[in-house]
């Protein structure tokens, strides 16, 4: 259990809150004070900010900042060609406006220094930047600075920024949001008036109130609830009616039974001159509903905004080939410039730009964003490719036949929807119970109603209206969403997105938590450690050829190689006929020959001898060879996450099993395990063996959690009941998983499953209280005991309760960020680099002047 | 009491008036970052010493 505390006592970088690595010499000037970094990243990220005097930052952020990505290879100045502007770019007077999706916001003080920031640059006349939905509207003069420019600011202070492409969604979702906002508006204003009519008309039941008033403050009421019943209800109604159409009965329909019978009772009941009036206790209720209602459609939309980067899955660029077949020399240009007949070449990884035909290479493509369909789609030579679908296997060779903005809108507009809109299986269950409530209720009110007419019969229709009031499952029908909502709303501010309804559900119940090595345990960035040439060939021809094997690779072994290959000026030959094994390597053929790079036994299948021995201690190898003997030796290490150590040892106590599965050699992954306390590992697994290992867990009756990332992890994520990505890692895993931790921190991870913990546990006390209130305050109405009043005051506080209880999820924060364990006494141990964050503010709070401590031992409050 | 025949239907007429004032402001776009304007006033838009650009 030691093991995790020296993760915690490392230095904090000063900028992103990570440990610094021991001898780490990357510090920066802040304040007069000099602060230590984790990496190159945060050390310029941070010098720019203090150079422009933006330092108030690091003194009003509530968390760290994101941790610096490597730098990334897209070409800002695309975006100042008219082409690809004509999508997001608008003329106004002269100047140009664009709205920019920015990432890596962590906090307020985020928002305030890219304003800030961007406000500085010469040229730049407007910024503004909605915090929650993390997007800024950005108004230049062309004449003075571009967007290349603007961009290019964003990421000089360790943000990135791209454009917001989807405008059709956006302006649908703030249409939704402001009309959502709008109903509840009608709805509290008609439930607050009609209550202030409703109460004297109580009080004064001896009969003082004269005739005429009464009546007035009847029709008064029915003025104000009419807008409520049919503008506000609205969609309870036509929910009721569509299921009614469909002969199903779900949550919508008691709903709108309960408004509809109450509302017209009371309708009729002051003409009459008989009965009770319920306007009060019916606008109350479906004031209570939007409010659910709007605080789930808000914790989606956030969800949905910050996952909205998963919108590059369609590229704005693609790699066009300048001659084909003659070279394979690639333009980099706008996605929008494709022209039919255009030869384009897909990486691995990457999502087709245009609707086109494959006519080179032979590859799998995942559509399920655009099918529904999770399997891998093998494509050959002839057939056809979908704009929108992912290059799971090895470059693809495209030749254009459509392009054009109806598909990739519509594509754009599928991926969000299926990200927001998926109705949790929590929910849907809640309306089956919902089906046999209702069928229960009308039994109960038609008993009633035969009762009372064979006893009294001019009580008879009160007394059903009330039954039939006070069982409207007001605070059933609350009690799952708001819960949802609020969790989700928490996840997302904690850097956890869920991006399905069932994550939160799933979570609670995972029994056994599989991880894979790279990139995810792991830095996923390999430094190359050793390169030895075999065989007789010099060091700048083996390094050649397995650079030339990995050009088009997404692995994190092909970019360092390619890196190494770069700084020593080698010139990498063209290869054909590439094919990546998952799992396993890259082939191709190099004048003629067939080359493979990858693990030893892929490689000596191929020259046909084994490998020779080398002692790699814990470092990944990696072979290059070709048909007649071996080339190189490469040997990569990669370092643990910081946070690792401390994560599993964390799930571990909370009783979850944990299993490392890694297609990475044996001996590389039971290292790792090693130091991290696993036994349960193995190494060396192609990726359907992790998917084989997986089911028969689930066949034990196991509930999986994977946490993977990385392109050959994506059948394995589909697999598990619940799957996590690192929001670091490749975008197709992402899209396909249940839940992501952005900015690739595992410790959110520990966050997750509290929250999660703790939602189930309101989830069921809600349920719990609302099927209580139904069955104490049904033997009432019955009876005939209920008046309208007391039907209101039931009604209102049923409801009340379950929201409140549910909110209570966003603001405890108090408890719950670790896991519940056996031995309590370790929580200190496990805090997050969040509540650091917060410590740290606290302690400043206190001591504005004395600066900020550089690491974490300091940064508890004393 | 007679005066609350007056004064219910001035309510009424309140109401709507609020209702309308309301209806402006979400159009307007008041409404669309709930958020932002809270965390926005604790910023220091004037940073007391920025060194020469």
Redo the contacts between chains.
């Keep these: 259990m030691t093991r995790a505390q020296p993760v915690i006592d490392a230095p904090a970088c000063y900028h992103c809150g990570l440990p610094v690595p021991a001898g780490s010499r990357f510090v920066a000037v802040i304040d007069g004070a000099q602060r230590s970094m984790c990496c190159a990243g945060c050390q310029a990220v941070a010098e720019a900010i203090a150079?422009?005097?933006?330092?108030?930052y690091y003194r009003?952020r509530s968390a760290y900042a994101a941790r610096q990505q490597e730098a990334t290879s897209d070409d800002l100045a695309l975006y100042d060609l008219p082409e690809v502007q004509r999508d997001f770019v608008r003329d106004i007077d002269g100047a140009r406006e664009a709205t920019l999706i920015l990432e890596g916001i962590t906090?307020?003080?985020c928002?305030?220094l890219n304003e800030?920031h961007l406000a500085?640059l010469p040229g730049v006349q407007a910024v503004e930047?909605?915090?929650?939905?993390h997007r800024a509207r950005v108004r230049w003069d062309p004449a003075l600075v571009s967007l290349s420019a603007i961009l290019a600011a964003v990421s000089a202070i360790g943000y990135r920024a791209f454009p917001a492409t989807g405008s059709s969604a956006e302006q649908a979702r703030?249409r939704e949001?402001?009309t959502a906002?709008?109903r509840l508006?009608?709805a509290a204003?008609?439930m607050m008036?009609v209550m202030?009519?409703a109460v004297p008309t109580y009080l004064a039941q001896d009969g003082s109130m004269?005739r005429?008033?009464l009546a007035?403050?009847h029709v008064?009421s029915l003025?104000?609830t009419v807008p409520v019943i049919f503008y506000s209800a609205a969609p309870f109604l036509l929910g009721a009616w569509r299921d009614l159409k469909l002969r199903r009965l779900g949550m919508d329909v008691p709903v709108a039974l309960g408004i509809g019978v109450a509302f017209a009772a009371s309708t009729y009941a002051p003409f009459a001159g008989v009965g009770e009036v319920y306007f009060d206790s019916i606008a109350m209720f479906v004031f209570f509903l939007l409010c659910a209602r709007y605080l789930e459609m808000r914790a989606r939309q956030k969800a949905a905004a910050s996952l909205e980067y998963l919108e590059r899955a369609l590229p704005l660029a693609a790699h066009r080939l300048r001659d084909y077949p003659a070279s394979r020399d690639t333009d980099e240009v706008p996605a929008v410039s494709l022209k039919p007949g255009d030869w384009v070449l897909v990486k691995p990884g990457e999502a087709v730009p245009a609707d086109g035909v494959l006519v080179d290479g032979e590859t799998e493509t995942d559509e399920s964003l655009l099918s529904g369909e999770s399997r891998p789609v093998v494509k050959r030579v002839g057939m056809p490719l979908v704009a929108g679908a992912v290059n799971r296997l090895s470059p693809a060779i495209l030749r254009v036949e459509q392009v054009g903005e109806a598909t990739r809108a519509s594509h754009i507009r599928r991926l969000t929807e299926r990200a927001a809109a998926q109705r949790p299986p929590l929910v849907e269950i809640t309306d089956r119970i919902a089906a046999w409530f209702v069928a229960g209720v009308l039994a109960v009110a038609a008993a009633t109603a035969l009762f009372w007419v064979s006893t009294d019969g001019s009580r008879a229709l009160w007394v059903t209206v009330a039954v039939l009031v006070v069982t409207c499952p007001c605070a059933l029908s609350l009690a799952t969403p708001t819960a949802l909502a609020v969790s989700i709303g928490t996840l997302a501010r904690r850097g956890v997105v869920a991006t399905r309804g069932h994550a939160i559900e799933a979570l609670s119940r995972v029994t056994h938590v599989v991880f894979d090595k790279t990139g995810t345990l792991t830095q996923g960035r390999l430094t190359m450690v050793a390169f030895e040439p075999l065989g007789g060939v010099t060091r700048g021809q083996a390094l050649a050829l397995a650079a030339a094997l990995e050009q088009g690779s997404e692995h994190p072994i092909a970019s360092t190689i390619q890196a190494a290959a770069a700084a020593e000026g080698v010139m990498a030959p063209t290869p054909v006929a590439v094919r990546t094994v998952a799992g396993s390597g890259v082939e191709g053929r190099i004048d003629g020959v067939l080359h493979r790079i990858g693990n030893a036994e892929f490689v000596s299948a191929l020259t046909g001898t084994p490998a020779p021995p080398r002692d790699f201690a814990a470092a990944t190898p990696v072979w290059l060879g070709h048909e007649r003997g071996w080339l190189a030796a490469l040997t990569f290490t990669d370092s643990l996450r910081p946070d690792a150590a401390q994560v599993i040892a964390a799930l571990q106590t909370a009783g979850k099993r944990i299993i490392i599965l890694s297609g990475d050699e044996p001996v590389v992954v039971r290292a790792i395990a090693e130091r991290l306390g696993v036994a349960d590992v193995e190494g060396g697994l192609p990726p359907e063996a992790k998917h084989a290992r997986v089911r028969a867990l689930q066949e034990q009756g196991a509930v999986v959690a994977m946490v993977g990332d990385g392109v050959n992890d994506a059948p394995v994520l589909a697999q598990a009941q619940l799957s996590i990505a690192m929001g670091s890692g490749a975008v197709l895993s992402q899209a396909q998983s249940d839940l992501v931790l952005l900015e690739g921190r595992l410790g959110r991870l520990l966050e997750a499953f509290s929250v999660a913990r703790r939602t189930m546990g309101i989830v069921r006390q809600n349920l719990a209280w609302a099927v209580a209130y139904n069955v104490v305050a049904l033997p009432f109405a019955i009876a005939g005991y209920v008046t309208p009043w007391l039907a209101g005051i039931g009604m209102g506080a049923s409801s009340l309760i379950v929201v409140l209880n549910a909110l209570r999820l966003g603001h405890d924060r108090t408890e719950g960020s670790g896991l519940r364990t056996r031995d309590s006494g370790r929580t200190q141990g496990r805090r997050t680099t969040d509540e650091r964050a917060r410590d740290e503010q606290k302690a400043e709070g206190a001591a504005p002047d004395t600066g900020h401590p550089a690491n974490s031992s300091v940064l508890s409050p004393d | 009491m007679d005066i609350l025949y007056l004064l219910i239907p001035l309510s009424l007429v309140l109401v709507f008036l609020i209702g309308a004032v309301f209806w402006w402001s979400l159009q307007g776009g008041q409404f669309d970052d709930l958020e932002g304007p809270a965390h926005r006033i604790l910023q220091d838009d004037d940073d007391p010493s920025p060194p020469p650009r």
């Design positions: 150079g422009e005097g933006l330092t108030s009003s906090c307020a003080a928002i305030w800030r500085g930047i909605n915090y929650t939905t703030r949001s402001r906002l709008w508006f009608v204003f008609g008036q202030m009519y004269s005429d008033i007035l403050m008064a003025i104000l």
